[in-house]
Structure formats: C-alpha cells, structure tokens
C-alpha cells in the first residue's frame, strides 16, 4: 500500500491557462474524491467517482473544471481558462466502500498558483 | 444542511499535557459518521479518529480520544500527553450514512505545542 498520490505537487501557470492533475488511488479503493482547500479552510467537496462513474458533482464545479476516471483507476482534473481565484491546494482521497462504511485517505495535495 | 464549526481557530498546549479541541456540528440525520483529520505544515490530511454515531462508546486512539455528545452534537477531540509532533491543523469532518459520501469540514483548529 503506497498510500494515494498526487502529481505535481506544484503548478504554477499563468491566467487562461489550462492545467490538469492527476490522482492515484489505494490500489485496491473503488471510491475517489476531489476536495479544493484555501488557506486558513477547510477542504470543499468537488466530485467523487466510484469506480469510472462521475456520482456527484458540487456546485463548486463550474464548467471550466471537468474530471475523469476512464478505467476506475486514476483520476484527472482539469481545469480550463483558469483564473485567480482557482489557486488553492486540490486534494485527492480514496476508498473502499466496504459493510457500509468506508474512511477517505488523502494524497499530498496539488498546490496551483495562477498568476 | 449539515454545517461543522470549530469555535477555536487556535489552540496552544504545553508538551506533555493535556489538550481538547471542540466541534460542534448541525444536523438532522440520526445515523453518521463524525472524524478528526490532522494536517501538518506542508504535508497530507491523515485520519485521527472516527466515530460512528449509533455507538455510545467513545472512540479512542492511544493518545486520541473522543468526547462524544450526541443530544449536543458536539464532538471534541483530547490529546493526552502532546508531543511535538502532534503541531498541525485539525479538521472535524462530518458525513451521512446514504450514497452521498462527501465529508463536511469544519475550518480547522491550528494546535500549537510548546516544548
């Protein structure tokens, strides 16, 4: 078990700039959540998958944001003519639903910078 | 809608004493899932406790333990013995038992010890 991890860890990208992360999962974890956290905050939901099936999408995600999982394994987040305020640290965290319950674990994080 | 607050931005302990960070949260469900995350400086949310609402008992982790109040929703986190590296930010999160498994967060409580 390698724990989940997150690539870059760092982005810094000019305005109107495209930018995509990727997130890998526990190996074994069916479950994968996208979490956006400023400074000082706690993290805001995003979007969550089970397996390759995008189940929930918040409210936070605007149409410049698009994720994927294509074969329920890693995951991608785009996000499209960025702009100021998406800088922040976007996390990734992944389970196993099992007997009902199931516990998030996160990666490091992918701190964006847009300048 | 389910809200987590987390009345102290800032907390300070003595290394090796006693410490307890409250949470207090809104909901109208019956059955759910209560945690505490820690965040060290730079580096990835790590699980500290869950507790699930239909049990009575406490929940407990060597040096970290619960005070579960279910009638007061409150849920506050105790850390006996604080040692140094126990310095982070900790987040109360809150989730429902049905098919939306998102986590709602509190802002964080910064605990800092002083050796």
């Known amino acids: 078990d390698t724990g989940v991890s997150q690539d870059p860890r760092h982005k810094i990208t000019k305005r109107g700039q495209n930018v995509t992360f990727r997130c890998d999962p526990i190996?074994?974890?069916?479950?994968l959540y996208w979490y956006r956290q400023t400074l000082g905050q706690g993290p805001e939901f995003l979007t969550y998958?089970?397996?390759?099936?995008?189940?929930?999408k918040s409210r936070l995600l605007s149409d410049r944001f698009s994720a994927e999982r294509p074969k329920g394994s890693f995951s991608t987040l785009e996000i499209q003519h960025t702009e100021q305020g998406d800088s922040a640290m976007y996390l990734c965290?992944?389970?196993?639903?099992?007997?009902?319950?199931?516990?998030?674990?996160f990666g490091p994080g992918t701190r964006l910078t847009v300048l | 809608a389910q809200t987590v607050t987390q009345s102290q931005p800032e907390m300070s302990v003595q290394e090796a004493e006693t410490v307890t960070l409250s949470c207090t949260y809104d909901t109208s469900e019956s059955d759910y899932y209560l945690f505490w995350y820690k965040q060290p400086p730079s580096r990835q949310m790590i699980l500290v406790i869950r507790?699930?609402?239909?049990k009575q008992q406490n929940a407990t982790e060597n040096r970290f333990s619960v005070n579960f109040q279910k009638a007061a929703k409150s849920f506050s986190l105790k850390i006996s013995d604080s040692q140094l590296g126990d310095a982070a930010m900790y987040f109360c999160a809150y989730r429902r038992l049905d098919s939306n498994y998102q986590l709602i967060w509190g802002a964080g409580t910064k605990l800092i010890i002083k050796p």
């Open positions: 998958f089970q397996n390759e099936a995008q189940l929930e």
């Open positions: 965290a992944s389970s196993l639903m099992r007997g009902g319950t199931d516990t998030q674990y």
């Open positions: 190996s074994e974890h069916n479950r």
């Open positions: 507790q699930e609402a239909y």
